[in-house]
């Protein structure tokens, strides 16, 4: 999984600018949305949440990818 450092950037999330996050495929995370992301279990709403926006913005084998490390 490639990761990138940015300075400021929207996050897709929670569409916060951060100065720590990550870049998949173009799209920005939050350090903080990445660690809930990270932690969360798959039967959370934050996971659901997660997904739902993930489909829309980044392809699912990402997904698979980050979640199923
Ligand atoms: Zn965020």
Redesign the pocket.
């Given at each position: 999984m490639k990761q990138y450092i940015v300075t400021k950037t929207s996050?897709?999330?929670?569409?916060?600018t951060?100065k720590n996050?990550i870049i998949i495929r173009g799209k920005y995370?939050?350090s903080?949305?990445e660690t809930k992301i990270v932690n969360s279990d798959i039967n959370t709403d934050f996971y659901e949440y997660y997904k739902n926006h993930i489909k829309k913005n980044i392809s699912l084998s990402l997904i698979k990818e980050n979640i199923e490390l």
């Open positions: 996050c897709i999330m929670c569409n916060k951060s996050g995370i939050c903080e949305c």
